[in-house]
Each structure stands twice: as C-alpha cells, then as structure tokens.
Nanobody
Framework: QLQASGGGLVQAGGSLRLSCAAS????????MGWFRQAPGKEREFVSA????????YYADSVKGRFTISRENAKNTVYLQMNSLLPEDTAVYYC????????????????????WGQGTLVTVSS
C-alpha cells in the first residue's frame, strides 16, 4: 500500500515536498515513480528512481526544478518540487514499478503495479 501526502496550495515560484510511504511489500527492491494528472489531461510521468537510488530520471517539463529521492529504511520516496508553475497543478501519484531488483526507469504507467491515492497540488499564478 502506498500513501502519498504533502500536496497543497502554493503560489507560483513556491515549493512543496511530496512524500509517499509504503507499507508491506518489498518497497526497497523496486523502482519508484511519480506521475501526475491535470484536470482534463492524461496521466503523465514526472520522475522515477531505481531501487538502488541511482541516477534519477525526470520529465523534461520538471527537470532542474524537481528532485526525487528515497529512504529505503523508512520505505519512503520523496518529490521535492521547487519553482512551481501553474502548469504543475495536478493530482500527483506515487507508484511502484512491478519489477524487482531492476534498474530500469520507465515512463509507461503500465509498468507500475501499485499506486498511491494521489495528493493534489495547486499552484496559483
């Protein structure tokens, strides 16, 4: 089970830190990702980090502004979001890659088998 938190209302240029806590399962053995879905749009990939915490991967739209990290001892993955823009407004979801011990980073939501409930981020202009 994945529980996302940390969303809220922030002004453009501000920052938020999202957290995703995993309970049960084998969190530390899986790549973890963040996706988002804006109103009226399809879910899109934001960022992912492998189970070893290696070089993370970001969508071009957030590169240089967002930072993903994980603490396997706490079964938690984070998404630090800086310099937020109104177009970052969306429901943010954390998800677990279905493969164990894999270093793959995939943007395809079909490769993720467990999803958090989502946390709403609203950026005002």
């Amino acid at each position: 089970q994945l529980q996302a938190s940390g969303g809220g209302l922030v002004q453009a240029g501000g920052s938020l830190r999202l957290s995703c806590a995993a309970s049960g399962g084998t969190f530390s053995l899986h790549t973890m990702g963040w996706f988002r879905q804006a109103p009226g749009k399809e879910r899109e990939f934001v960022s992912a980090i492998s189970w070893r915490g290696g070089t993370p991967y970001y969508a071009d739209s957030v590169k240089g502004r967002f930072t993903i990290s994980r603490e396997n001892a706490k079964n938690t993955v984070y998404l630090q979001m800086n310099s937020l823009l109104p177009e970052d407004t969306a429901v943010y979801y954390c998800a677990r890659d279905s493969s164990r011990w894999s270093t793959r980073i995939t943007e395809d939501h079909r490769d993720y088998d467990y999803w958090g409930q989502g946390t709403l981020v609203t950026v005002s202009s």
